[in-house]
DNA sequence: GCAAATTTGTTCGTATGTATT
DNA sequence: CAATACATACGAACAAATTTG
């Protein structure tokens, strides 16, 4: 034991919120009760308790107290393509219905482990704890802009930096909760040569693809996602409301959509970018799922970190 | 400026380090230094520290100082299967090959900047910062372990809790640094029925996958990927070498492998999972791309998180 | 290889500020 | 407005890790 006094302190508390003897929601004694408790100073308590915020166990409010941590439910977006509408994850109405199915699922298992559960006797599972959003998913209105293309847009949409481009910006919801920040990016061309709608702030209903297709004959023939985990900008961690430790980072998608249509590859050989989407998402409550081939439809219950952690050792 | 005077001395630095008045892996002035600088504390100048490095602008050593972080070269791994050998990324020896060509390029790309950059006399470019990690890709040893599977294993494995089960577990590194943990989990049964190289500690040559297939007439008909993020445990912060407060998490891998032979699907309508595997890699130096359709062959530079960051703004 | 110097890490005590109930 | 609880800030001493001479 020649771990500093914090951390027995911490670890001591881990303990007891990974046993369950302190609940998620739960109120800690205040810093006073623990200086008491563990004959240390307040700085020291108050150390114990950073460690476990750093690690997202407990989080503390000023004029309240320190809690437990109440994770969130995960929300499950799948990237792969839809075989009958095309369509990815994310990407317009589709992604909604979805949701509202994955929630509607998740309260009924929620349901019925607790009956299992009190038939039992047994204490709360970790599914049962898990804080499922309140409220319907819902995007906000686009704003659209017309700009010049940064060098990060330009190298994707392979033009020049600072080619007319119009980026398109959208705010998701679920019920009050922030749930994403979206940016997509074409080049001008495309609105100026007949895709109006695309510099109009309106929803595209049936899906910018497919809207690209009808008005000026532009197919995507493919597409490529890029995945990265970053910590959050301002602006990002204002709109989601991340605690300002920097504990939560965020889920970046670049999604770059490809065409193979003649008058849109600009002579090269295709396929040719024509458009590329920055999604933003809150890395402690969104995961990711993607299918080849065939699959069952059910997806497994939500992913358990702890328990999968400890399967872990060689 | 309602600020406290540890945010304002954090700020000051986090304009330094990121207009590159610091470069990375420069050492700050020590505390004393900076007690003197901002007319403050040493607790209020350590906040301020510790702000940054949460962060991930600085990391300190005991002993030597504090530093502005060398931020890694990412390392992209495409998860959407090769169309020729149907491995997915990750999967086998061809992850390696993908590996060390991406390398190359790299090293090729950042040399060709910095010769640019030195013939126009500007300050070196992000992508020239970056740190390449030295050395090849190389897998140790597989080792193995006949046990019973846990909940988490059984719930996606569709057996039952504590069915006979082998768990293939291996490390990954990149020269000495270490990539990648994964362990994968077949029911027994597979391995009675014939396909017995699932027991020996060694390299399946031309992927488990193919070998079900050769041996035991096990084909895949899909699989499904489930990604998330979550901090690491003991295991995985030690193995990777992870810094003590947190600040790094792991992205989670789950990966189902689904067949249709009929002999096992267990009577039930198929697709059925044949086995799961978990992949972790840290979160700060790994990026996952997938396709979809066509799509060019070469993947954009590594992604520049600041400036997406500020075309994040609506 | 060892001792001294340097630098960050831990712990204590105390006072005052700010948010919430 | 008062009470409660966490946040910020100061000062001080000793411990531990690392480098230097």
Same mark, same amino acid.
């Not at 297709?213 to 493919?222: F, V, Y």
């Given at each position: 034991? +020649?771990?500093?006094?914090?951390?027995?302190? +911490?670890?001591?508390?881990?303990?007891?919120?990974?046993?369950?003897?302190?609940?998620?929601?739960?109120?800690?004694?205040?810093?006073?009760?623990?200086?008491?408790?563990?004959?240390?100073?307040?700085?020291?308590?108050?150390? +114990?308790?950073?460690?476990?915020?750093?690690?997202?166990?407990?989080?503390?409010?000023?004029?309240?107290?320190?809690?437990?941590?109440?994770?969130?439910?995960?929300?499950?977006?799948?990237?792969? =393509?839809?075989?009958?509408?095309?369509?990815?994850?994310?990407?317009?109405?589709?992604?909604?219905?979805?949701?509202?199915?994955?929630?509607?699922?998740?309260?009924?298992?929620?349901?019925? =482990?607790?009956?299992?559960?009190?038939?039992?006797?047994?204490?709360?599972?970790?599914?049962?704890?898990?804080?499922?959003?309140?409220?319907?998913?819902?995007?906000?209105?686009?704003?659209?802009?017309?700009?010049?293309?940064?060098?990060?847009? =330009?190298?994707?949409?392979? !033009?020049?930096?600072?080619?007319?481009?119009?980026?398109?910006?959208?705010?998701?919801?679920?019920?009050?909760?922030?749930?994403?920040?979206?940016?997509?990016?074409?080049?001008?061309?495309?609105?100026?040569?007949?895709?109006?709608?695309?510099?109009?702030?309106?929803?595209?209903?049936?899906?910018?693809?497919?809207?690209?297709?009808?008005?000026?004959?532009?197919?995507?023939?493919?597409?490529?996602?890029?995945?990265?985990?970053?910590?959050?900008?301002?602006?990002?961690?204002?709109?989601?409301?991340?605690?300002?430790?920097?504990?939560?980072?965020?889920?970046?998608?670049?999604?770059?959509?490809?065409?193979?249509?003649?008058?849109?590859?600009?002579?090269?050989?295709?396929?040719?970018?024509?458009?590329?989407?920055?999604?933003?998402?809150?890395?402690?409550?969104?995961?990711?799922?993607?299918?080849?081939?065939?699959?069952?439809?059910?997806? +497994?219950?939500?992913?358990?970190?702890?328990? !999968?952690?400890?399967?872990?050792? =060689?």
């Amino acid at each position: 034991m +020649a771990d500093p006094l914090y951390r027995k302190i +911490a670890e001591d508390l881990q303990r007891k919120i990974e046993s369950g003897e302190l609940e998620p929601g739960q109120r800690l004694p205040n810093e006073e009760d623990f200086r008491n408790e563990y004959a240390a100073a307040r700085n020291t308590v108050r150390e +114990a308790i950073r460690w476990l915020t750093q690690r997202g166990l407990v989080e503390t409010r000023p004029g309240q107290g320190t809690f437990v941590i109440r994770r969130l439910e995960p929300i499950i977006t799948t990237l792969s =393509a839809d075989p009958e509408t095309g369509m990815a994850g994310g990407e317009g109405q589709a992604a909604f219905t979805e949701i509202r199915r994955q929630r509607e699922r998740k309260r009924e298992l929620r349901e019925k =482990a607790r009956q299992e559960r009190e038939a039992s006797g047994e204490k709360p599972s970790e599914a049962e704890t898990l804080e499922i959003p309140e409220g319907e998913p819902r995007a906000m209105p686009p704003t659209v802009e017309l700009s010049f293309a940064p060098g990060y847009v =330009a190298e994707r949409l392979r !033009i020049n930096e600072g080619d007319d481009v119009v980026s398109r910006h959208q705010q998701f919801y679920i019920g009050k909760t922030p749930w994403s920040l979206q940016t997509t990016w074409y080049p001008l061309a495309l609105a100026d040569g007949g895709a109006t709608a695309l510099t109009r702030p309106r929803d595209i209903e049936e899906g910018a693809v497919e809207y690209l297709r009808k008005t000026i004959g532009l197919t995507q023939c493919g597409y490529r996602v890029r995945i990265l985990v970053r910590p959050p900008n301002k602006t990002e961690a204002d709109f989601f409301k991340l605690p300002d430790d920097g504990r939560v980072q965020v889920l970046s998608l670049i999604r770059t959509g490809y065409t193979s249509t003649p008058e849109f590859t600009r002579g090269e050989n295709s396929p040719y970018p024509f458009r590329v989407t920055f999604t933003v998402l809150p890395a402690d409550r969104n995961q990711f799922v993607f299918n080849s081939g065939d699959y069952p439809e059910e997806i +497994a219950a939500p992913a358990r970190d702890s328990e !999968i952690a400890s399967g872990q050792q =060689a």
